[in-house]
């Protein structure tokens, strides 16, 4: 099983999946090449990809995925669209983010 991350910070997969038969990949995930997989988990990074990239996240997650596949995607979003993030947030939490709303949803 793959675990592909953009962190070189890779102790705390060691620690907490050592354990279990778990390769952890420094990757972007547009450039994965293996097998499909069973399970797509996209836990904390939508909100900081912009809205230009949804449909591509959303698209390398079928390519990658088995037919009968799992697509978990985690994020922060909001009900309304607000094109800027505070001062505060963008500053410290989501440099140049872009939360998601409904109405900006990835369709089928």
């Not at 994965?32 to 591509?56: L, T």
């Amino acid at each position: 099983m793959h675990r592909l991350t953009v962190s070189t910070e890779n102790r705390y997969i060691q620690k907490r999946y050592g354990a279990l038969p778990v390769e952890p990949l420094f990757l972007d995930y547009r450039l994965y090449a293996g097998d499909k997989v069973d399970r797509v988990v996209s836990a904390g990074m939508f909100e900081h990809v912009g809205a230009k990239n949804y449909g591509p996240i959303s698209k390398c997650a079928r390519k990658y995925l088995k037919s009968d596949g799992l697509f978990l995607l985690h994020t922060i979003w909001g009900n309304e669209r607000h094109p800027v993030i505070d001062a505060w947030q963008n500053k410290y939490i989501f440099p140049n983010g872009d939360l998601p709303s409904l109405e900006r949803s990835p369709r089928r």
